[in-house]
Protein backbone atom coordinates (compact mmCIF):
# COMPACT_ATOMS: atom_id res chain seq x y z
CA UNK A 1 0.00 0.00 0.00
CA UNK A 2 2.96 2.04 0.56
CA UNK A 3 1.38 5.18 2.54
CA UNK A 4 3.04 6.47 5.44
CA UNK A 5 3.15 9.43 7.18
CA UNK A 6 4.01 11.52 10.51
CA UNK A 7 2.34 13.72 13.17
CA UNK A 8 1.02 14.95 16.72
CA UNK A 9 -1.97 13.26 18.41
CA UNK A 10 -4.45 16.30 19.26
CA UNK A 11 -7.78 16.42 20.95
CA UNK A 12 -10.82 15.47 18.39
CA UNK A 13 -14.58 15.49 19.46
CA UNK A 14 -14.00 12.27 21.97
CA UNK A 15 -16.78 10.71 20.32
CA UNK A 16 -14.74 7.50 19.19
CA UNK A 17 -14.38 7.25 23.03
CA UNK A 18 -17.85 7.85 23.62
CA UNK A 19 -18.59 4.74 21.26
CA UNK A 20 -16.12 2.60 22.75
CA UNK A 21 -13.54 3.02 20.16
CA UNK A 22 -11.52 5.75 21.50
CA UNK A 23 -9.26 7.29 19.09
CA UNK A 24 -5.88 9.27 18.37
CA UNK A 25 -6.62 11.71 16.16
CA UNK A 26 -3.23 12.81 14.66
CA UNK A 27 -2.59 16.32 12.71
CA UNK A 28 -0.11 15.27 9.98
CA UNK A 29 3.06 16.71 9.85
CA UNK A 30 2.51 17.99 6.00
CA UNK A 31 -0.81 18.62 5.07
CA UNK A 32 0.21 17.72 1.69
CA UNK A 33 0.98 14.42 1.97
CA UNK A 34 -0.49 12.05 -0.43
CA UNK A 35 -2.75 9.82 0.99
CA UNK A 36 -4.77 6.78 -0.40
CA UNK A 37 -8.36 7.03 -0.74
CA UNK A 38 -11.23 7.77 2.46
CA UNK A 39 -12.23 4.74 4.30
CA UNK A 40 -11.40 2.22 7.25
CA UNK A 41 -7.49 0.33 7.32
CA UNK A 42 -5.61 -2.02 8.84
CA UNK A 43 -2.62 0.36 10.19
CA UNK A 44 0.51 0.08 11.95
CA UNK A 45 1.03 2.85 14.05
CA UNK A 46 4.74 3.63 15.94
CA UNK A 47 4.42 5.99 19.46
CA UNK A 48 7.63 8.76 19.49
CA UNK A 49 9.84 6.38 17.83
CA UNK A 50 9.30 3.64 19.52
CA UNK A 51 10.40 0.59 17.81
CA UNK A 52 7.54 -1.81 17.92
CA UNK A 53 4.31 -0.67 16.26
CA UNK A 54 0.87 -0.99 17.55
CA UNK A 55 -2.02 -2.46 15.50
CA UNK A 56 -5.01 0.00 14.96
CA UNK A 57 -8.15 0.25 12.96
CA UNK A 58 -7.76 3.55 11.10
CA UNK A 59 -10.72 6.11 9.70
CA UNK A 60 -9.78 8.61 7.35
CA UNK A 61 -12.39 10.76 6.12
CA UNK A 62 -15.29 13.07 6.82
CA UNK A 63 -17.34 10.90 9.19
CA UNK A 64 -20.52 11.51 7.61
CA UNK A 65 -22.61 9.90 10.42
CA UNK A 66 -21.26 13.13 12.84
CA UNK A 67 -20.31 15.24 10.18
CA UNK A 68 -19.53 18.39 11.96
CA UNK A 69 -15.83 19.19 11.79
CA UNK A 70 -12.75 18.83 9.70
CA UNK A 71 -11.61 15.71 7.79
CA UNK A 72 -9.81 13.28 10.03
CA UNK A 73 -7.66 10.82 10.73
CA UNK A 74 -7.99 8.43 13.62
CA UNK A 75 -6.50 5.52 14.87
CA UNK A 76 -7.97 3.14 17.69
CA UNK A 77 -4.90 1.14 18.97
CA UNK A 78 -6.02 -2.29 19.26
CA UNK A 79 -4.56 -3.26 22.86
CA UNK A 80 -3.45 -0.11 23.77
CA UNK A 81 -4.71 1.82 26.91
CA UNK A 82 -2.99 5.33 27.62
CA UNK A 83 -2.70 8.97 26.73
CA UNK A 84 -1.53 9.93 23.48
CA UNK A 85 -2.28 13.86 23.43
CA UNK A 86 1.00 15.40 21.85
CA UNK A 87 2.72 12.49 20.94
CA UNK A 88 4.43 12.24 18.02
CA UNK A 89 3.43 8.94 15.88
CA UNK A 90 3.85 7.54 12.83
CA UNK A 91 1.32 5.72 10.48
CA UNK A 92 1.72 2.93 7.80
CA UNK A 93 -1.68 1.98 6.13
CA UNK A 94 -1.38 -1.32 5.49
CA UNK A 95 -4.61 -2.72 4.11
CA UNK A 96 -8.11 -1.51 3.34
CA UNK A 97 -11.16 -2.57 4.58
CA UNK A 98 -13.64 -0.90 3.33
CA UNK A 99 -15.03 2.72 2.07
CA UNK A 100 -16.35 5.63 4.77
CA UNK A 101 -20.26 5.71 4.65
CA UNK A 102 -23.11 7.12 6.44
CA UNK A 103 -24.59 4.78 9.18
CA UNK A 104 -28.31 5.57 10.16
CA UNK A 105 -27.66 6.17 13.77
CA UNK A 106 -24.79 6.35 16.17
CA UNK A 107 -25.64 2.90 18.15
CA UNK A 108 -25.12 1.27 14.13
CA UNK A 109 -22.08 3.16 13.83
CA UNK A 110 -20.61 1.46 16.60
CA UNK A 111 -21.74 -1.79 15.77
CA UNK A 112 -19.78 -1.44 12.92
CA UNK A 113 -16.92 -0.58 14.61
CA UNK A 114 -17.24 -3.29 16.60
CA UNK A 115 -16.95 -5.25 12.93
CA UNK A 116 -13.95 -3.45 11.72
CA UNK A 117 -12.24 -3.88 14.74
CA UNK A 118 -12.72 -7.29 14.26
CA UNK A 119 -11.73 -7.38 10.76
CA UNK A 120 -8.41 -6.15 11.19
CA UNK A 121 -7.33 -8.47 14.07
CA UNK A 122 -8.61 -11.34 11.63
CA UNK A 123 -6.26 -9.54 8.82
CA UNK A 124 -3.62 -9.05 11.10
CA UNK A 125 -4.26 -13.23 11.93
CA UNK A 126 -4.59 -14.42 8.44
CA UNK A 127 -1.06 -12.44 7.67
CA UNK A 128 1.14 -14.30 9.24
CA UNK A 129 0.05 -17.35 6.93
CA UNK A 130 -0.44 -14.84 3.78
CA UNK A 131 0.99 -16.27 0.51
CA UNK A 132 4.30 -14.70 -0.31
CA UNK A 133 3.22 -13.04 -3.05
CA UNK A 134 1.37 -10.96 -1.24
CA UNK A 135 2.53 -7.33 -0.46
CA UNK A 136 0.32 -6.96 2.72
CA UNK A 137 0.52 -9.57 4.96
CA UNK A 138 4.54 -9.26 4.11
CA UNK A 139 4.24 -6.44 4.94
CA UNK A 140 2.95 -6.80 8.19
CA UNK A 141 4.83 -10.07 9.35
CA UNK A 142 8.14 -8.31 8.76
CA UNK A 143 6.75 -5.69 11.64
CA UNK A 144 7.59 -6.05 15.48
CA UNK A 145 4.27 -5.67 16.70
CA UNK A 146 3.71 -4.33 20.11
CA UNK A 147 0.97 -5.55 22.52
CA UNK A 148 1.22 -8.90 21.32
CA UNK A 149 2.59 -11.09 18.86
CA UNK A 150 1.75 -10.59 15.15
CA UNK A 151 -0.29 -7.14 16.50
CA UNK A 152 -3.08 -10.04 18.42
CA UNK A 153 -5.11 -7.67 20.98
CA UNK A 154 -4.12 -8.65 24.83
Not at 18 to 27: D, E, H, K, Q, W
Not at 69 to 94: C, F, M, Q, S
Request: charged share 30%; with cysteine.
Amino acid sequence: MDALFSGIVEQGKHLGRRLGFPTANIRLDDPEASLPANGVYAAAIWLDGERAAWPCMLNQGVHPTVPDGKPTIEANLLGYDGDLYGRRVRVEYLHFLRPERRFDDLNALREQLARDRRAVQAWLDASRDASPCDEAGRRAREIEWAGGQNGEMR
